[in-house]
């Protein structure tokens, strides 16, 4: 131990360690001799080293001496039963100026115990007031010049993370400091003729006490030149820029399913509505009477799957929304049930993927790792010429660096870049990825949002501060390095020039607001559907007046009668018949009101509240066979011997009117239709 002496007490005047052993050797054997002689009388015989012949009391004075206890220059002198000395203590002792003082205590026992008070202090005698020249370089955000450094001198023109560690270094261990810009601006790396460049070769040259700076200690370094102990840990990265993929429009909506399978739920829904619709006319139990008839056994029996309804179905289950349509077979049911459960699935698996599809842009990066780098070649790849990172390369011998080696060594032209900035330029403007310490890759991540890291880190090293071969400040540094990182004050200087760029954080997943180019195409669909739902009333409108009778209102001003009465909240008059269950209204005659009042068609069969008329209820079933030509309506078997049946009204009566209900395609209820007898 460089500075470890052994004394006696507290007064130790600082004799030198091997007399103070040789001292208490001796004094051990001659206290053993003494206690030999008092117990039996031991004479002096002379003795050759190279005779067989021993001294009869060896093996006894031997025995004396494991039980010799005394206090010696040394301290505490005694053997355990092997020879060996035990229960001793070293005292810690540090030189100074002033002299020798005690810093530790170390026990055989108990083991090493130092003063904390060593740690706490901020002076150290041997940096007191003394002045030492600093080699730098500039780079962000180690060591940068101010904007207004024309207009200062010396240290003041500069600031950065080395500037304030520099400060506190100082302030921890009472020195001065001169910083000077390395010469040729490189870090160091060596030359053919055994030299080196940079603040290494300064260094070695003496030309400076301290390199401060993104320094990396490396093994070939550290044998020129010493290093404190790391003061940052970082590690080799990729730069490369971002390329994003499409970014929300506004149909993103759309995202969380494939266009294939949007094509095939349309196939699904489409055939889901025409098995139903199959299905539905196969059952017999889809088939009922909605208004069955109290008298006869004449019904007229309505399936509520119309082409249109059984389109309708899947739509309000897929919606989640239903419809008034209930299956009543088990056929329908099981249509019914299994569609459900497919809309159930879909449903679920698009609202999960539908919020990380509307908040995040996917990155679309064509390199994953170092290991997809190395086996391409239409991506550039480089790192800073004469640094750590292209020396890590150099004498890597893992087969994939050495390839990307290769590549840099021999690409032309040349890859490698001579400083940081030159890099980042290079990957913004063209098809380059840039290798270089993670800390830095952090620094510009936050300083450009255009710009990511491709995988981890390639290896791990860290940054020190350089110094001459055997420098005397360099256990100074160490401990003042280490008072840092305790106090946490290197972590607070790394946030100060890190932190604080215009990118987000990577790790920063909160949920943020959506906005319109996100959920702006629902939006469209919506107006979209309203827009085809008013053009679809208006050709309904219009075709119903097609086939209206002629009146002397023109469209216009019908579509403008109808509109007022709209806005108005006022019943509509239709002086028309319309397809679709309007009744034509004219004057009625004294003897059609009493007919129409007590003459009444319900579902094929004629009802009245008196006796029934027998030819009107024959022509009522004749209109209900007429109405065969709907797909949802099937009258009777009993009912069809009515067929052919005509009414010859006697001469000079008015024609009669009778209103029956009948099914049609557009509606899902009866409607009432107005039918005229006639002598035809």
Known sequence: WQWAYACPSDAYTGTALSSALLFDAVYTVVTAVQELNRSQEIGVKPLSCGSAQIWQHGTSLMNYLRMVELEGLTGHIEFNSKGQRSNYALKILQHTRSGFRQIGHWHVSEGLSMDNRIFSSNISDSLFNTTLIVTTILENPYLMLKWNHQELEGNDRYEGFCVDMLKELAEILRFNYKIHLVGDGVYGVPEANGTWTGMVGELIARKADLAVAGLTITAEREKVIDFSKP????????????????????????????????????????????????????????????????????????????????????VGGFMQQGSTIAPQALSTRCVSGVWWAFTLIIISSYTANLAAFLTVQRMDVPIESVDDLADQTAIEYGTIHGGSSMTFFQNSRYQTYQRMWNYMYSKQPSVFVKSTEEGIARVLNSNYAFLLESTMNEYYRQRNCNLTQVGGLLDTKGYGIGMPVGSVFRDEFDLAILQLQENNRLEILKRKWWEGGKCPKEEDHRAKGLGMENIGGIFVVLICGLIVAIFMAMLEFLWSLRHSEQSEV???????????????CKDSFHPRRRRGGMIRTRPVIPEERRARSTTTLSNGKLCSGGEPDPLAQRLAQEAALVARGCTHIRVCPECRRFQGLRARPSAGSPPREVVFAAHCRSSKRPQPVLCTLSNK
Not at 301 to 307: A, C, D, I, T
Not at 554 to 566: A, G, W
Request: hydrophobic content about 45%; proline content about 7%; aromatic content about 16%.
């Open 554 to 568: 023109s469209v216009c001003q019908e579509m403008v009668t109808e509109l007022r009465n709209i806005i108005l």
């Open 231 to 314: 003061f940052m840990t970082l590690g080799i990265s990729i730069l490369y820029r971002v390329h994003m993929g499409r970014k929300p429009g506004y149909f993103s909506f759309l995202d969380p399913f494939s266009p294939g399978v949007w094509l095939f739920m349309l196939l699904a829904y489409l055939a889901v509505s025409c098995v139903l619709f199959l299905v539905a006319r196969l059952t017999p139990y889809e088939w009922y009477s909605p208004h069955p008839c109290s008298q006869g056994r004449c019904n007229l029996l309505v399936n509520q799957y119309s082409l249109g309804n059984s389109l309708w179905f899947p």
